[in-house]
């Protein structure tokens, strides 16, 4: 990854069983997260969000015996999804891959010189119906000045390096040298709405921090508590964000209408200059805004206005 403004998180290999639908689009993948996460099916109008947050890309880079192509890309305010296949060997169905380096560049550089973090993760979700090797790679950031990239006019810049079989137990193994590279404009497909909630004021509580002295005896942090005072708070389709006037470790979830709650699967913040946090969390989903009629950041439940901007 790149971008002289962040800092870089620790990739997580998406390490999920794969899909059992042939050739999984986007939508498809949505869906079974959804359902593992829920017990439900994703709505129409999620169904129809997805879609318009979605392009199809098409472009396709061989190096020796061995073609990717970046199918197709799901781009939200602070993160994208993209499908990636890789062609020309004999893969297992019930195997998982990867690729030994990744390296992921926005331009221009979001961050626009304000400290940030990026973050992504690449896998393998199942065949396609030729065979091909169908690759999810996530990618999310946090920086302070409101990054839109479904807004348009950023490029992502992918570097694939060296096709990988993962395995469990031991050492992963590559199984065939190579570096795949792509540039994709991040065109504006849908710009989703975006709520802007009142500032609240709730009760942050830390959990004892346990580490080991230079002796080997266990030492603790009490236990914190404090107000905190959450202020420029922005929900969209794909996640919510907000400036917490100091240091926080809070969970969020949306609540829907039907009493469904998601907790976010990704999120972190970045401490600002002044002592302040800006926080950013993703929902595994894209959720339909209208739908969501509270938050629970914290522990403490927030109602979502239902006058629409």
Known sequence: MAGPAAAVLAVVLVAGTALA????????????????????????????LIDSLTQK???????????????????GGDVLWALVDVEGLDFNADALYSFDQTDIEILPDPSGGAPGVMAYSIGSIGLTEDGAVRMLLEFSCNFRNNVQLERGGYTLHLSMQD?????????????????????????????????????????????????????GEVEYDGVLEKDVTLTDIQLSSTGLSFLADSSVTLTVEAILSDGTEVLSSSGGGVTLEDGSMYCTNQWPVPLDVEDIVALRIGGTEIPVPQARE
């Open 163 to 215: 096709l990988t079989l993962v395995r469990v137990k031991r050492e992963d193994k590559i199984i065939y040298d190579g570096i795949w590279t792509f540039s994709i404009p991040l065109t504006v497909e849908s710009f989703s709405t975006v709520i802007t909630i009142d500032n609240v004021v709730l009760h942050d509580r830390t959990e004892p921090d346990i580490r080991h002295g230079e002796n």
């Open 21 to 48: 639908v042939a050739s999984p689009s986007l939508r498809d993948w949505f869906a079974r997260e959804w359902a593992e996460r829920t017990g439900g099916n994703i709505s129409e109008n999620q169904a129809l």
């Open 57 to 75: 890309v098409g472009e396709s880079q061989t190096v020796g015996d061995v073609t990717v192509t970046v199918d197709s890309i799901a781009v």
